[in-house]
């Protein structure tokens, strides 16, 4: 060990640590500084950052003793000692540039430390700054407008104003996030900076294959390594040893006799007195395989004699196939054979990562009644609460999920992901656990966005009217089912785009592969579909001469429209005048730009998309509020939408506050407590602000009514 002294903040510190700790471990771990944020542990993402002396450095991958005898600024040192905000923190807040907040920190450090440096930057200097600071909420427009609004108040040496929350005409004004003040401090907590005293850590086990029979699990060794308290196979699962949110076909933990299907697959949990010890032991477990050829590509999964991943249910013929689908209206084949013009092509998209910055993490722990609480990051809180109840056997009453809100979601945390594990360690050890991925963890761990193979043919009229439509997806649900029914769903049902096709016929086909499951990720499907639409549509205005926003209006939906599955459209789609105020502002734009250089040629893209908000497919919504009158005079709403950044804790205080005629100020929020907080279904389809929005207007009116 060795002494390490700095000031970290202004104060004295000394702490001894290890040689090769990194500074970002120190302090966290040691000192309790969890603005500190942990996103990749190579020094990629930025959201450690810290300034040594001054100068921005990545402290996952700074070793601690080079901050000896050195000033170190974190981000809870940033505002002042009276709790004044740095002009930086309340840019951020006033610019809109904090959704999920986990990568704020490491921003704001590396703005103030350009700042100090440059205290009048260029749009471009920012971004050169902000290289290597990955944000995947805001698209970066935002950031840069909040520094170069603090740089103008810094220059000027004027205040930000923040708008006062002392009104309650708040709907459609710009006012501060309920969580804003908490990530620009460093105060958000996220799922790994809970600690415990007396936490253990769990640490999973991981298939060396993607595809293999496991012939036998040793844990010997690691069980008999000091600090090692227990280590978990599927017969510790004491109910329900596979578990999905529609589908039951992802095993909890695969065990001897069994297959493991994809690199995903866990075999075993170490439960350990520190992250450290449990990595070791994980190391220790001896894991004997029967590797087998597995299938990577929907077609290799159909061809014949390929391998069947998953039992054939009962009645059914065994096959890789997951689900399919088929909508059909009009005759497509009569359409196409009298189209003036016919255009088609087969258009694949890959999978996609949802690269959210946060790595999973969260805990878990077991009060005297054997009550097990999970504290975790959700999108589908109610459903995983049934899940998890599921595994362990016990009666939902039994199981409290509490949601932390993540550093980023975009549609994975729909799946189950650490929640079994934390709760079977707590389960089984009686005491508080915590589980944090790391980033290659992560990777193999979540669902991704499905890889589809869209062939499609599109005809038209001379003239440019669309009269018929064929298309058959392909859709890689890899492994596991997952979302995949719904998001293939979606996929065929929007595959028309948003226009009116009188004949089309539409055939998906989900198909299993030793992949990482797909689930949902944004849009949902309509993606992948979009891109097919629209690369044709751009083949129709070429061979019909028109530009591809005349062809885009001609056929566009417009109020009295009929949808693929006939669904007449009444309102909400203003397609037409979208497209109009696009075509006038790429006009705008090309007319104030310069001529291209020579050699170099300008072009515009131009597609079209649209999507349903709600769940849609015929499924049942519902969702719930609650609005409590405090002894202390504020408002406490209670509703089951997750905050995943998106703001959504922000806008039903917004809501209630007007509808109940208060303060913004005095509206507090507590969103997705299974033990407080009303079912507000699955945080996901663009439906929290609608749905529990609505809920919050029906409950405000009762409300007023008991008051």
């Known amino acids: 060990m060795s002494l390490l002294n700095m000031r970290v903040n202004g104060k004295e510190v000394s702490v001894e640590v290890l040689p090769s700790a990194m500074l970002a471990d120190v302090l966290r771990d040691q000192l309790g500084l969890t603005g500190v944020k942990i996103g990749c ?65 490491g921003m704001l450090l590396a703005s103030v430390a350009l700042l100090d440096e ?23 427009n935002s950031i840069i407008a909040a520094v170069q609004r603090a740089a103008k108040a810094l220059r000027d040496g004027t205040d930000i104003e923040l708008e006062a929350g002392t009104s309650p005409d708040v709907v459609g004004r710009n006012v501060v996030r309920k969580d804003g003040v908490a990530k620009v401090t460093g105060r958000q907590h996220y799922g790994a900076d ?82 450290e010890i449990a990595r070791a032991a994980a190391e220790q477990v001896r894991i004997e395989y029967h590797e087998l050829e597995g299938v990577f590509s929907p077609h290799d999964a159909l061809a014949p004699g390929a391998p069947i991943i998953h039992p054939p249910r009962p009645g059914a013929e065994p096959s890789n196939v997951m689900y399919g689908t088929h909508v059909e209206k009009g005759d497509a084949e009569a359409a196409m ?29 077991v009060d005297e009644s054997g009550s097990v609480t999970v504290w975790m990051a959700s999108q589908a809180i109610t459903i995983h609460r049934g899940i998890v109840a599921g595994i362990l056997g016990l009666p939902v009453e039994k199981i409290r999920l509490v949601h932390v809100s993540p550093g980023g979601g975009f549609g994975a945390r729909n799946d189950m992901s650490l929640h079994p594990y934390l709760a079977l360690a707590a389960y089984h050890t009686r005491r ?57 769903d979606q996929a065929t049902i929007f595959a028309t785009g948003p226009y009116e096709i009188p004949n089309l016929r ?22 992948q579909s979009a891109f097919a639409i629209e690369s044709l549509m751009d083949e129709v205005a070429e061979k019909t001469g028109l530009s591809p926003f005349e062809l885009r209006s001609l056929n566009g939906l417009r109020p009295g429209s009929a949808t693929v599955t006939g669904q007449v459209v009444k309102e909400s789609v203003p397609f037409i005048e979208t497209v109009l105020l696009a075509q006038e502002a790429v006009t705008t734009a090309l007319a104030e730009l310069s001529p291209p250089a020579q050699g170099h040629r300008r072009g515009v893209g131009v597609a079209s998309s649209y999507k349903n908000y709600g769940l849609g497919l015929g499924l049942p919504e519902s969702t719930g509020a609650a609005i409590d009158l405090t002894p202390n005079g504020r408002l406490h709403v209670r509703i089951g939408g997750a905050e995943l950044g998106q703001g959504s804790n922000t806008t039903i205080a917004q809501i209630a506050a007007q509808s109940l005629r208060v303060p913004y100020d005095l509206v507090d929020v507590l969103a997705c407590d299974t033990a407080h907080t009303p079912d507000g279904g699955i945080t996901s389809a663009s439906r929290t602000t609608f749905m529990s929005g609505n809920a919050v207007l029906g409950a405000a009116g009762l409300f007023l009514e008991k008051l």
């Open 118 to 140: 440059n205290p009048d930057p260029t749009d471009a200097e920012i971004r050169e700054a902000l290289t290597g600071h990955l944000c995947r909420c805001t698209g970066y």
């Open 194 to 275: 809970h600690e415990t005293e007396g936490m253990l850590h769990a640490v999973a086990v991981f298939t060396a294959h993607p595809y293999a029979e496991v012939l036998a699990i040793d844990t010997v060794q690691a069980e008999a390594m000091e600090g090692v308290v227990t280590l978990l196979t599927a017969k510790d699962v004491p109910g329900n040893k596979t578990h999905g949110i529609i589908i039951p076909d992802q095993p909890v933990f695969v065990s001897p006799g069994q297959r493991v299907l994809s690199i995903s697959d866990v075999l075993a949990l170490v439960v350990a007195e520190s992250e």
């Open 337 to 365: 054979a009298q189209a003036d013009i016919v255009v088609e092509g087969t258009f694949h998209t890959p999978f996609i990562e949802h690269a959210y910055l946060e790595p999973e993490a969260g805990t878990a722990d």
């Open 506 to 527: 539409i055939e998906g086909l989900s198909v299993y592969t030793n992949n990482v499951a797909c689930g949902a990720m944004r849009g949902f499907g309509i993606p």
């Open 432 to 488: 508080p656990v915590k589980m944090v991925l790391t980033r290659a963890e992560s990777l193999r761990l979540h669902t991704k966005r499905h890889s589809m193979e869209h062939t499609v043919r599109l005809g038209a009229t001379s003239e440019g009217r669309l009269v018929g439509l064929t298309c058959n997806i392909l859709a890689d649900t890899g492994v596991y089912s997952s979302a995949g029914i719904p998001v293939l």
């Open 41 to 105: 542990s190579v020094g990629e993402c930025g959201a450690c950052t810290v300034l040594i002396d001054g100068s921005p450095v990545a402290s996952c991958i700074t070793p601690a003793l080079k901050a000896q005898g050195c000033d170190v600024l974190t981000i809870e040192g940033l505002a002042a000692p009276n709790g004044e905000l740095h002009p930086i923190q309340k840019a951020f807040l006033a610019e809109g540039a904090v959704q999920c907040g986990f990568c704020t920190p």
